[in-house]
Structure formats: structure tokens, C-alpha cells
């Protein structure tokens, strides 16, 4: 038996940067590679470990090569490292006195409580949201002026209206923050940290009902239509994502065509930005070779892209795909299987 999804990997030109980051982390055991992992965002944990998760088979060839390149980079770095903040604490509290020395180490690394701030990533939005929720408007304001941006923003959609209101309004007016609401601040996230390991499992129920419904047998098509005349705006989220793109690369190249047919290259340029080499190669196989090539140069032109901008496109495009299968002009495969051959 085969996994249609996960094939053997050797390393090409197309081999994206990630794809090198994981194998350099699969070849480190567990232990380091969980050392590495520590220091990562969480967007940067979840895209590397997703990539990790979807290997198999890696070549040695292609080992030894992002090994090499690993260390390639390594050698280009310095071997004269920049202070640690606890070299230039002691220094400065010699040279300037505590007081002033914390004032000074602040200015340079920031506050003192933004390590602790980012360790929250890891909490669910709506928790965060009811943890504050009893705090008087200022300590609100100051918790999600120091939350990672696109975690502050979670924790924002989350709150009541009314504080949602006060908080934005009161993050904008934010200059200086005194020592007493800090301290205050410190004791806050202490005391969610503590708690964090408490909070109730998030489950994604959506993405469960999508798994479930791409692998019911009989009429699919009717249940859905049965569950979108008691609650449509759930059944579209559900919809969205059975149709998630990276489903494209399990498709067979008379589908793939097909799609390619109604897909302007514009749209491709952008929705293949940093997408796994699968279905990079998927797209690309099925296209004759002059535009692939045009397609390889228009997603280099592109430069950097923001990744709003590439989900965006890559949900019109799955809309199109969504329509086509709708239609009846093609048959989608929206889960992955094992085959016998």
C-alpha cells in the first residue's frame, strides 16, 4: 500500500527554504529539534511542523544537501557573539546604578514583560478574552498592547463590544506606562501562565464536520443542503474547508487541467507562494513546459507577498474549483487515501 500524498523527496531548485528547515530538524532527534522548536513563533512552529508532518521518504541525496547548506550558513555567521542581557546588566548596573540600568535595558530590549506576553500565544483567544474581561479598561489596554499583534487581534473579536471599543480607543492614546501598572500587568500574566495548562481543549468542530462529510457514503451533496437550511452561515465555513487548497495536489491531471483552463496564471503566481512542493509539482507537471516556466518567473517577479493576500487568492481559486465540481464538469477528490497497487 501507498500514501498518494507523501512521496520520496529528493532536493530540487523548486525545494522551498521550509522543506530544508524541516529535514534539518528531522535529522536532529528529538530533544534538539525541540530545543529549536522552543525558539520559534507559533505561525513558524505550526508551518514547520506541518511540513515535517507531511514528509516521507527523504532521499539521502536531499539530506545531505540541506544539511550542507545548513552549515554553509552557519559558517557565514560570526564567531564574536553580542553581549547577553545579563553581561550588560551587570555592567551598566556598575557603571549607571539599578534603577537606571533597568531603565536602559528596557529602552534596548523592551519591556521585561514581553518574553512572558509571548508564551501566551499558545492560549485560546476566547480564554485570554475571559481572563481580562473583569480587568478594569487600562489593565485591558496595556495586556493587548503587549500581546503579539495577531493574537491581540483574536483576543479583541473576542471581547464584548463595549470593551472592544475602550480598549482600541485607549491603545491609541498609550504613551508611557508607569512601574505601578506594570507590576500589575507582571501579576496578570503570571497568574494566566499558571492557569494555562487549565484552560479547557479547543477543538475545531468545523474542520472535524469536514473531515467527516468528505468521507460519508451516499449523497453528500443533499446532507450538506440538509445542514445549510438550518444554519447556511456554518455550512459555507464547513464548505471552505473541504475545498482547502492544498487538496489540489491530490487530484488527477485531467482535473488539474481542467481547473488551469478557468484559473488565470495571475492568480497561480500568488497562490503558489510558499505552498509544499507536492502541489507546486502537482500545478506544474500538468502544464506544458514553456508555461510552467513563465509561471516559475512570474511567482520570482512577485517578490515577497503577504500572506493575507495569498490566502485571499488561494480561496478564489478554491471558489472556482467549488463551482466546477458544483457543475459537474469535474470530480474532486477532497480527502486522501490509501490505494492498493
Known sequence: MSDQGNTALALTPTTTPLERAAIVL????????????????????????????RMSGIKVEAVKQSLQSFFDDYRLQSGVHGA?????KRSLDLALGSDIANSVLNTIYGDAIRPKMERLQWASPKWLAERISHEHVR???????????????????????????????????????????????EELVDQCLESLGLQSASIEGVKQVAEILNRVPGD?????????ARDAAIVDEIERRMYDFFILSRQTDATLQRILEVVPLELW?????????????????????RQAQTLEDM?????????????????????????????????????????IE
Not at 547577553?84 to 550588560?88: A, C, G, Q, T
Not at 493575507?308 to 467549488?322: H, L, P
Open 26 to 53: 528531522l535529522s536532529m532527534g528529538e530533544e534538539l529539534a525541540a530545543a529549536v522548536l522552543r525558539c520559534l513563533s507559533r505561525e513558524e512552529l505550526l508551518e514547520v511542523t506541518q511540513t515535517m508532518s
Open 84 to 88: 547577553s542581557r545579563n553581561y550588560l
Open 139 to 185: 489593565m485591558q489596554t496595556v495586556f493587548l498592547a503587549f500581546l503579539p499583534p495577531a493574537l491581540a487581534s483574536e483576543v479583541i473579536a473576542a471581547l464584548p463590544p463595549e470593551d472592544r471599543d475602550a480598549a482600541l480607543l485607549n491603545m491609541a492614546r498609550l504613551d508611557e506606562i508607569d512601574r505601578e501598572l506594570l507590576n500589575e500587568l
Open 220 to 228: 453528500r451533496a443533499q446532507m450538506v443542503e440538509s445542514l445549510r
Open 269 to 289: 503566481a500568488i497562490a503558489l507562494k510558499g505552498a509544499e512542493r507536492p502541489l507546486r509539482e502537482a500545478i506544474m507537471r500538468v502544464m506544458p513546459r
Open 299 to 339: 511567482i520570482r517577479r512577485a517578490g515577497p507577498v503577504p500572506r493575507s493576500r495569498i490566502e485571499q487568492t488561494r480561496q478564489e481559486i478554491m471558489a472556482q474549483v467549488k463551482a466546477l465540481a458544483d457543475e459537474g464538469e469535474i470530480e474532486v477528490q477532497l480527502f486522501q487515501e490509501a490505494v
